[in-house]
């Protein structure tokens, strides 16, 4: 006992003592960067009297940069090797085939221009589109409704009569009106002079001079045109008042004709032609002539093909024996 009782003494005294609380935690301080660190400089003693025996420490070599390592994509093995890069031509032509059909598309031209150019029937000899200058030589039968004055005394009073008409002509058609496709060229409008001489009943033969043109509406072989003609017309010969076949003279008159064609073959024209009347004081009376003229319809072509020419020769001579003017 005598043992234990100072222990337990030291145990009472500790418990009597009133507990101390714990300790308040102040809030942490952020920490601060630390500041670089400056390099030290080597120390400079004062100079002395006698030199430093320590030696100079050396300094520190620059410190080189490291050179960058290029790490490239990796390459995936199935991809598809890259196309070369288009290649523009150096010189014309500078739109491709592509362009060229959108620019026939906006402007309205061919698809596909011609490769070959198409040959013209009988050397251009017969009128084609194809053709640039042509000489050709065109027949002309018609049926003509006839009028002529009666005499110089009666104004008003007419003959009437149905006749024929024969015209042979001589056309010399340049073009003045082109048209161009691809590398070839077309003719759209022609015109040129013409001559020749026109025969009717009664041994009547006038010459004519004038112009003749054909507009053309397409360029295929057998393309439909526009015939259109103007002259001058004056007598050639005729019947004198005896009944006999003699020359004639008479004043300047005109004629015209319009003709719908197929190519250069022929053509269905109708047309007119006026005879201005001879009735001066100083010419006698024999060689006067009275206002006449015609309305004719018929057919124009070309000599080269034969109808035409058969067509006008047979019409003449039917015109010259069957029918009978009055007189």
């Known amino acids: 006992m005598s043992l234990l009782a100072p222990v337990l003494a030291a145990l009472l005294v500790q418990l009597q003592q009133p507990a101390q609380p714990a300790p308040l935690q102040r809030p942490t301080q952020l920490q601060q960067p630390a500041e670089p660190v400056q390099p030290s400089q080597p120390s400079v003693e004062p100079v002395t009297g006698r030199p430093s025996s ?45 362009d060229m059909q959108t620019f026939r598309g906006r402007q309205g031209l061919d698809p596909t221009p011609p490769t070959s150019e198409r040959r013209p029937m009988f050397r251009c000899w017969i009128a084609d589109p194809t053709c640039g200058l042509v000489v050709e030589i065109n027949a002309t039968s018609a049926y003509a409704y006839r009028a002529r004055q009666k005499d110089f005394n009666s104004a008003n009073e007419f003959n009437k009569w149905s006749s024929a008409r024969v015209q042979y002509d001589i056309w010399v058609s340049i073009p003045t009106m082109t048209e161009t496709r691809g590398k070839f060229r077309y003719t759209r409008l022609s015109l040129g002079p013409k001559g020749g001489v026109i025969a009717s009943d009664s041994k009547e033969i006038w010459g004519n001079v004038g112009i003749a043109g054909r507009y053309w509406f397409s360029r295929k072989r057998f393309a439909p045109s526009l015939e259109f003609t103007s002259a001058l017309v004056f007598k050639l010969a005729g019947t004198n008042r005896n009944g006999n076949f003699d020359n004639a003279r008479g004043p300047l008159g005109f004629t015209a004709d319009v003709g719908f064609g197929i190519g250069g073959f022929g053509s269905i024209v109708v047309g007119g032609q006026f005879d201005s009347p001879l009735a001066r004081e100083d010419i006698l009376p024999a060689e006067t002539s009275v206002v006449s003229g015609m309305f004719f319809v018929g057919f124009r072509g070309n000599i080269l093909w034969g109808l035409p020419a058969a067509a006008a020769v047979g019409t003449h001579a039917a015109a010259t024996r069957l029918i009978n003017p009055p007189k």
């Open 54 to 98: 320590a030696p100079l420490a050396a300094e520190p070599a620059p410190l080189e940069p490291e050179p960058a390592t290029v790490v490239s994509a990796p390459v995936p093995e199935d991809s598809e090797p890259m196309a070369p890069p288009r290649v523009e031509p150096a010189g014309p032509p500078y739109y491709s085939a592509a």
